[in-house]
């Protein structure tokens, strides 16, 4: 079956610096979502990517999808306390609506 | 800004009982799902609803499991003999038209199986 895997699965870096986590999928993707899900909470929408080698940005968060449309990644600059939580995305194939979530990666700020 | 809700926020059960999980979706969304997330792990998908009737499950939603809207407004999980292994966050999630538009997630039922 269609996997989702994100690196790194834990991020802890120092509050101002940049973080990256990269998704890949097996199988080709109609389009990818990302959501973030602060601790006890829940999912939370943030962004979804359609187009081939499509870039989007939402302040300091930056969102890219492959190519291929089989990976993507998000960078955050300057983190923030703010910017605590585990980053999700997910991803849909072609005709089908289940929506497949990457393993995660949780990030951490030392302040 | 709506808002998908679901009771109960927490759900204590003994081994072989049933449980329903209720959620009211957004009101104008059409798409109704559910998730689950054993703590600590990712979000995994268990079923899409559509038209009242099931649109897509995963091997997880086996026959111990089904969904039902009874009314215009509910939307519900049944797990009819919960199992320890049934422990875990369950989301519902609602989306406006098409099940290719970004999902709306409740704040969960924490289910836990003794």
């Known amino acids: 079956g269609q996997q989702v895997m994100q690196i790194p699965q834990y991020q802890h870096v120092q509050e101002g610096e940049d973080f990256t986590t990269y998704c890949n999928s097996s199988?080709?993707?109609?389009?990818i979502q990302w959501y973030k899900q602060r601790p006890g909470g829940h999912p939370v929408f943030l962004i979804q990517l359609v187009k081939s080698g499509e870039v989007k940005k939402q302040k300091r968060l930056t969102f890219q999808f492959g190519e291929a449309k089989k990976n993507s990644s998000l960078h955050i600059t300057a983190t923030q306390t703010t910017d605590v939580g585990t980053y999700f995305c997910?991803?849909?194939?072609?005709?089908?609506?289940?929506?497949?979530f990457g393993t995660g990666t949780r990030l951490t700020i030392i302040p | 800004e709506p808002e998908v809700t679901q009771t109960p926020s927490h759900q204590v059960t003994q081994m072989g009982q049933e449980v329903i999980l209720r959620c009211v979706p957004i009101s104008n969304h059409l798409y109704f799902y559910w998730y689950r997330q054993i703590l600590g792990q990712k979000v995994e998908f268990l079923v899409s609803f559509y038209n009242n009737e099931i649109s897509e499950k995963s091997e997880i939603f086996d026959d111990q499991f089904s969904v039902e809207r009874p009314d215009g407004s509910n939307f519900t999980l049944k797990i009819r003999s919960t199992k320890l292994e049934d422990s875990a966050m369950y989301f519902c999630a609602s989306t406006v038209l098409t099940g290719q538009e970004s999902q709306y997630f409740g704040p969960g039922t924490r289910l836990l199986v003794l």
């Open positions: 997910a991803g849909l194939r072609f005709g089908n609506e289940k929506l497949t």
């Open positions: 199988t080709t993707l109609s389009n």
